[in-house]
C-alpha cells in the first residue's frame, strides 16, 4: 500500500518570497506522483505530476516539483509566490500496478501575505 | 460546460435520511471516484470503479455506497445518514491511454451537512 506524508500543515510567506512544501511518500513499488492545488471554495486543479522520465517536473503557475527517488520525496517549489498562490495543495500518489487509485496528503496550506 | 458535474451542489439533511449524491462526466473515461474532504485530513477514498463492472472499496467505505448505471455515471448513497458524514464530497474520473495513467479530474465538489 501506498502513503503520504506532507510535512507542514500551515506554510506562511510574504509575497515575492520562494517556498517549498514538502511531500514524503512510502510505496513498495513503482509511483506515480502528484500535486493538486485547492483554490478558496473550489473543487481541485492538476498542478503537476511525475510519470517518468525527468525528475524536475514543471507545471503551471511557475510550480516545479523534483521527485527524488532515494529520499522518496516529491516537494514542490515556486522561486516568487504572489498574493494568488494562496491555496490549500495536496500532494498525491499511486502505485504504477492496475487497479490502483490516488491516496491524498493531508495537504498544505499555503498564505501568501503582503 | 464543465466535464465532471456533481448534482446536488449543497444538501442539507437530518439523521437517519438517505442520501443519495450523483456524478456525471463527458470526458469518456473508465475510471470514477468518490472522496471526501474534512479539514486537515485531506480526500480520503470512500469508493472507485474502473469500468461500469468492477467497483472497489476505498479508505473509508463503511456507511457509504455506490452504483455505477453507466460509464458516465457513478452515484454515491448513505442509506442512512449521520452527522460525521458532514463533509465535502469529490467524485473524480480518470484513463489509461496508451499504457500510460493520467491524472485524475475532479468534479466541483457537493458540500453535504448532516443535523
Redesign the interface.
Known sequence: AQSVTQLDSQVPVFEEAPVELRCNYSSSVSVYLFWYVQYPNQGLQLLLKYLSGSTLVKGINGFEAEFNKSQTSFHLRKPSVHISDTAEYFCAVRSNQAGTALIFGKGTTLSVSS | DADVTQTPRNRITKTGKRIMLECSQTKGHDRM?W?RQDP??????IY?S?DVKDI?K??ISDGYSVSRQAQAKFSLSLESAIPNQTALY?C?TSDVRDG??N???????TRLTVL
Open positions: 471516484y472522496y486537515g485530513l485531506g480526500l480520503r477514498l472507485y474502473f472497489n476505498g479508505e469529490f473524480a500510460t495513467y491524472e485524475q479530474f475532479f468534479g466541483p465538489g
